[in-house]
Nanobody, 122 residues
Framework: QVQLVESGGGSVQAGDSLRVSCLVSGLSFSNYGMGWFRQAPGKEREFVAAISWAGGHPNYADSVKGRFTISRDNAKNTVYLQMNNLSLDDTAIYYC???????????????WGQGTQVTVSS
């Protein structure tokens, strides 16, 4: 059974940093491209960042470039999203997703986690 379990969300103040994690089980993690998405209240889910199964430069949404960093640890079956200089607009539920042999430009993901809430206040 494939499981993606996000953790590390919480409530922070604007300008703070936070790292969310996604632990993956039930698949060969090193063969999967991983992505982070988010959904703010009243808005559609949007792409945040993605990292290829084969390494290389990750891809980021313009709104998070220079502030967020996606990384993966294949030995731990975990993908991370380091978020710095958080703003009110970053408040959302953050989801990780997995796609076999996905790249940093993959748009379709087969597997999704349940999400972790990130709330940024002033």
């Amino acid at each position: 059974q494939v499981q993606l379990v996000e953790s590390g969300g919480g409530s922070v103040q604007a300008g703070d940093s936070l790292r969310v994690s996604c632990l993956v089980s039930g698949l060969s993690f090193s063969n999967y491209g991983m992505g982070w998405f988010r959904q703010a209240p009243g808005k559609e889910r949007e792409f945040v960042a993605a990292i290829s199964w084969a390494g290389g430069h990750p891809n980021y949404a313009d709104s998070v470039k220079g502030r967020f960093t996606i990384s993966r640890d294949n030995a731990k079956n975990t993908v991370y999203l380091q978020m710095n200089n958080l703003s009110l607009d970053d408040t959302a539920i953050y989801y990780c997703a997995a796609q076999p042999y996905g790249t940093q430009y993959t748009v379709h993901y087969d597997y999704w986690g349940q999400g972790t809430q990130v709330t940024v206040s002033s």
